[in-house]
């Protein structure tokens, strides 16, 4: 049965994730929280994984964290199941594909509380069996996110049942935070591209890494340097084969870009990054939402990204930045050559450009507004007619959902 009086006596919501690591639905998540905390909403935050990077942020905002670490699959479930039957919450809103499964589990045969699970990556093949099965979980949800269109058309033609009850909702933004900083000297013939992603293969670095090496093959007068910030998730449970990260490393030296192409850890003044760039790229096979962008078009930078999910949303070709097939080296290559050949005031009036798209895109009352709804939707067991943010559903998500 629903908690009596949740909306009466003030709404308390369980967010759960499975750390506080530097990424980009951590970050979403957090921000959230923060936000609801604002709202007069009573929230707290639950994780499996022992990692702080916004833990600053979540004290800061007077948020109550626990992390339930066990290095057992079976005695983590088992604790989280425990820690969530037993609260005292009116809603859980869980974040990603393991904390969702989880949650769904700790909701069976039956729950008190409203639930709601997330997904944040559009990826490809998830019409297979597993991906399905995983899916027709959700149902035991009463709604569904998704931060982007593609993956909300994924996740209803996989299971029909949950159509009416996914809701895309886009990432929010701090856009004071987040923002164009001084004026800083622009140069027509040098392209300083800055990355912010993880070194995984999903990011696809070492393919942008031989692109880099084609553009500067095919224009050795443009002064293109890239520097890549992001962690390393094999650093410390190496694979058989190379990682992403020293599949880059072997190619930088082979091309002789060590002064060219330079791999950092992940930084914690990502927007000074930003400013500093002349554009802002991702070469991701798939995504969601990404965080990365998102920013960097708060910052007014110019974008080069590749051509997946709601791609088409964020980058209008020539306008605010490029679009890449991310399959392609070549295709890379080209797109780093259209922005490098841009002179900096044509680089710099892309930037305007995409602050004012970031701005009507990312805006945190919107974001919010639409998460209460479905959370005292969720708490008092309504089915509600869900309208999505942003409604505009670009051709790439079509394309990329078939």
């Excluded at 942008?208 to 090496?213: I, Q, R």
């Excluded at 020293?246 to 930088?252: K, N």
């Excluded at 708490?379 to 999505?388: P, Q, V």
Aim: charged content about 20%; some cysteine; glycine content about 6%.
């Amino acid at each position: 049965m629903p908690r009596v009086g949740a909306r009466e006596n003030g709404m308390r919501v369980t967010c759960f994730i499975d750390s506080l690591i530097s990424g980009g639905a951590q970050r979403q998540l957090c921000t959230l929280a923060v936000l609801l905390k604002r709202r007069g909403i009573d929230v707290s935050l639950l994780t499996y994984q022992p990692f702080d990077f916004f833990l600053p942020m979540i004290r800061q905002a007077g948020i109550g964290y626990r992390c339930l670490h066990h290095p057992s699959l079976a005695r983590r479930a088992l604790a989280l199941r425990s820690a969530l039957r037993r609260g005292d919450q009116d809603v859980v809103l869980a974040f990603q594909d393991n904390c969702s499964f989880y949650a769904e589990l700790a909701a069976l045969p039956a729950r008190r509380w409203g639930l709601i699970v997330s997904e944040r990556n559009a990826a490809p093949g998830s019409r297979r069996f597993k991906e399905q099965a995983r899916r027709r979980l959700h149902t035991v949800a009463d709604y569904v996110t998704t931060n982007s269109h593609t993956n909300r058309l994924l996740i209803e033609r996989s299971v029909p049942g949950l159509v009416g009850r996914v809701a895309t909702i886009y990432n929010a933004l701090d856009l004071e935070a987040f923002s164009p900083g001084p004026p800083s000297p622009r140069e027509d013939h040098r392209l300083h591209i800055v990355v912010a992603a993880r070194y995984s293969h999903q990011k696809n670095v070492p393919a942008f890494v031989e692109a880099v090496a084609l553009a500067r093959a095919q224009a050795p007068h443009l002064d293109i340097a890239v520097d890549w910030y992001g962690y390393d998730p094999f650093s410390e449970r190496p694979l058989p084969q190379p990682t992403p990260f020293q599949a880059a490393s072997t190619l930088i030296a082979r091309h002789g870009l060590e002064n060219r192409f330079r791999l950092h850890p992940d930084s914690k003044d990502v927007i000074a990054l930003y400013r500093r760039a002349d554009a802002v790229a991702l070469p991701s096979l798939f995504e969601g939402l990404p965080n990365t962008i998102c920013e960097a078009m708060a910052c007014g930078r110019p974008i080069l990204m590749s051509n997946v999910c709601d791609a088409g949303n964020l980058v209008r070709d020539g306008q605010n930045g490029f679009l890449f097939d991310p399959g392609s080296p070549e295709d890379m290559a080209r797109a780093i050559l259209a922005m490098g050949k841009r002179r900096a005031a044509e680089r710099e009036a892309m930037g305007v450009r995409a602050r004012a798209m970031a701005e009507a895109m990312f805006n945190p009352s919107c974001f919010t507004d639409k998460y209460v709804e479905l959370l005292e939707a969720a708490a008092s067991r309504k089915r509600i007619a869900i309208s999505h943010w942003v409604p505009e559903i670009p051709a790439t998500a079509y394309q990329i959902a078939g």
